[in-house]
């Protein structure tokens, strides 16, 4: 009964995730039950396809179970509500975000304040706030969407699979760079301290061994979440709004060590994005002071780079939680719903 199967999944993912896995099972017996009763012996894909055409549309017999009860947003109205608060959100949350980069990494007069993180989320309540206000007067009127309604073929049901996996390869890799770099800073002091001894000149990162425990911090974060994430095998909103809250953190890191890194190197005669190079000898016999200005200056560039990936990355999972939650798999406008005898 692959068709079946592939009809109670398109009706469940327009379905709550609380009441879903029920209304799957009792859809599902339902319509095997239809089926026997119909036909003799071993059903064929054409009398799956008649059976389906007969329930309707996924999104008719999912709205169905919406009904009969009380609505802020009729589920009429809910596809398109759901469209609007996804399309709004996302500008908003990606214009806000790629403004804040900009400013970080291209204007080093700017001074970045915890109260952007109060107004932005401010204005993502206030956003929401809106779109709602305007479907309640929409439905209040009574403002019903209206189309023609078109043949429905149930071959066009999509497969069931599984929307949200993650990479477990990619997961491994990560894991276990981050428990390596972690036990790197872990040791390092010990191990400069045993280079020292050896009377070797060792050139390091002031700032890097300054922030140690918070870099070490945001590592293990990272590496715990990969560890849960690997254990449940695919994505949960859950995981992706905890996610993002690790990576909003690693961005304050990134965004603190860009900044002290800059206000050391400017200090040291080396402030600019490449005024670097201007310290270097002509014979290019470099000297303890500007070894360590190179290095620190490349440690500054690594963090700008992880700082723009990371709001990337910031960026696609928020589009991925705002598609899931407000967009539905396929927006299709909803048609009256009858009701089932």
């Known amino acids: 009964m692959n068709l079946i199967d592939r009809y109670v999944h398109d009706v469940g993912r327009r379905l709550p995730r609380k009441k879903r896995a029920d209304i799957e099972v009792e859809l599902k017996s339902h319509l095997a039950d239809s089926l026997d009763d119909r036909v003799d012996g071993e059903p064929t894909e054409e009398d799956e396809i008649e059976l389906l055409k007969e329930f309707g549309p996924p999104a008719k017999v999912a709205a169905s179970y919406r009904e009969g009860s009380g609505y802020l947003i009729s589920p009429d109205l809910y596809p398109f509500f759901r469209m609007v608060m996804g399309i709004v959100l996302l500008v908003l949350v990606i214009v806000q975000l790629v403004l804040l980069g900009v400013l970080l990494v291209f204007d080093p007069s700017y001074t970045f304040d915890v109260a952007w993180f109060f107004e932005f989320f401010g204005g993502l309540i206030s956003a929401f706030g809106s779109v709602v206000l305007v479907f309640v007067v929409l439905q209040y009127f009574g403002v019903r969407p209206e189309m023609e309604e078109e043949p429905w073929d149930p071959r066009t049901l999509p497969e069931v699979v599984d929307e949200d996996p993650v990479s477990s390869n990619g997961l491994l890799v990560e894991i276990t760079f981050g428990v390596v770099l972690i036990a790197v800073l872990l040791f390092l002091p010990d191990i400069l301290g045993l280079l020292f001894a050896r009377g070797l000149d060792v050139v390091v990162n002031p700032i890097l061994q300054q922030n140690l425990p918070l870099v070490i911090t945001a590592l293990l974060l990272g590496v715990l979440l990969n560890v ?54 002509e014979n290019g016999d470099f000297s303890f002071e500007t070894s360590q200005i190179l290095v620190v200056w490349a440690f500054r560039l690594a963090f700008i780079v992880a700082f723009i990936v990371t709001i990337v990355d910031t960026v696609k999972l928020i589009y991925k939680l705002l598609r899931n939650t407000f967009f539905p798999a396929s927006l299709t406008l909803p048609v009256p719903v009858e009701d089932k005898e």
């Open 228 to 281: 849960v994430l690997l254990w449940r095998g695919q994505w949960t909103t859950a995981t992706r709004l905890v996610k993002i809250g690790v990576n909003i953190f690693v961005i304050g890191v990134f965004y603190l060590l860009i900044v002290e890194h800059t206000a050391w190197l400017t200090a040291n005669g080396a402030g600019g994005l490449f005024t670097v190079f201007e310290n270097f000898p």
